[in-house]
């Protein structure tokens, strides 16, 4: 027989100490269990332009590789500050299974993604720019600029390995086999 042992919602997540404060407590709802495109993209929205102080003073860049710190991680959602040297960027990738978002917090990237069946689009993101994807989207950033950048990213559900391509047209949906790798 097995049986289930309920979770205590309120202790189910982990957020990273400089920004700890009611506002994330709140928007990451650890009593969700999946979160769609649009719900990560309003929240990294709002944790990048809400926190955009403590954001900065936890960043670091690195020319040597590039940099993460995960912010916040619950049941349903995994949150992070990335940093991108110029010249810095990903592999061609996926987010095993899960949706996606971005904010850009400073500077630019530029990047290549692609939908199933689809062609590989070129965007530049911009500090400000938000980006929510769900399962069915492989991209690769890049920092073309000479000046660093940063990010706020998020996943649901947490903790999927990527899945690496050589390159974005190697790339056929959530069920296609690749390289994992954070």
Same mark, same amino acid.
Request: glycine content about 8%; proline content about 8%.
């Given at each position: 027989?097995?049986?289930?042992?309920? *979770?205590?919602?309120?202790?189910?997540?982990?957020?990273?100490?400089?920004?700890?404060?009611?506002?994330?407590?709140?928007?990451?709802?650890? +009593?969700?269990?999946?979160?769609?495109?649009?719900? !990560?993209?309003? !929240?990294?929205?709002?944790?990048a332009a809400e926190l955009a102080t403590p954001l900065l003073d936890i960043v670091r860049f690195d020319? #040597?590789?590039?940099?993460?710190?995960?912010?916040?991680?619950?049941?349903? *959602? #995994? !949150?992070?500050? !990335?940093?991108?040297?110029?010249?810095?960027?990903? +592999?061609?990738?996926?987010?095993?299974? $899960?949706?996606?978002?971005?904010?850009?917090? =400073?500077?630019?990237?530029? #990047? +290549?993604?692609?939908?199933?069946?689809?062609? =590989?689009?070129?965007?530049?993101?911009?500090?400000?720019?938000?980006?929510?994807?769900?399962?069915?989207? $492989?991209?690769?950033?890049?920092?073309?600029?000479?000046?660093?950048?940063?990010? =706020?990213?998020?996943?649901?559900?947490?903790?999927?390995? *990527?899945?690496?391509?050589?390159?974005?047209?190697?790339?056929?949906?959530?069920?296609?086999?690749? =390289?994992?790798?954070?």
């Open positions: 027989m097995t049986t289930s042992l309920p *979770v205590n919602f309120k202790h189910a997540s982990d957020i990273h100490p400089d920004i700890d404060v009611p506002l994330v407590r709140d928007a990451i709802h650890p +009593e969700r269990a999946l979160w769609s495109a649009s719900q !990560l993209h309003r !929240l990294t929205s709002l944790v020319a #040597e590789q590039r940099w993460w710190k995960r912010l916040a991680l619950t049941m349903g *959602v #995994e !949150l992070w500050l !990335l940093s991108w040297a110029p010249g810095q960027g990903t +592999e061609p990738h996926d987010h095993g299974g $899960a949706s996606g978002a971005f904010t850009m917090t =400073v500077g630019e990237l530029s #990047e +290549e993604y692609l939908h199933p069946g689809g062609t =590989v689009r070129k965007a530049e993101r911009r500090a400000g720019d938000t980006v929510g994807f769900g399962p069915d989207r $492989a991209h690769q950033l890049r920092n073309d600029k000479p000046w660093p950048a940063a990010s =706020v990213h998020a996943y649901s559900p947490p903790l999927r390995p *990527v899945r690496e391509y050589r390159t974005l047209a190697d790339f056929a949906g959530t069920s296609a086999s690749g =390289v994992s790798a954070r």
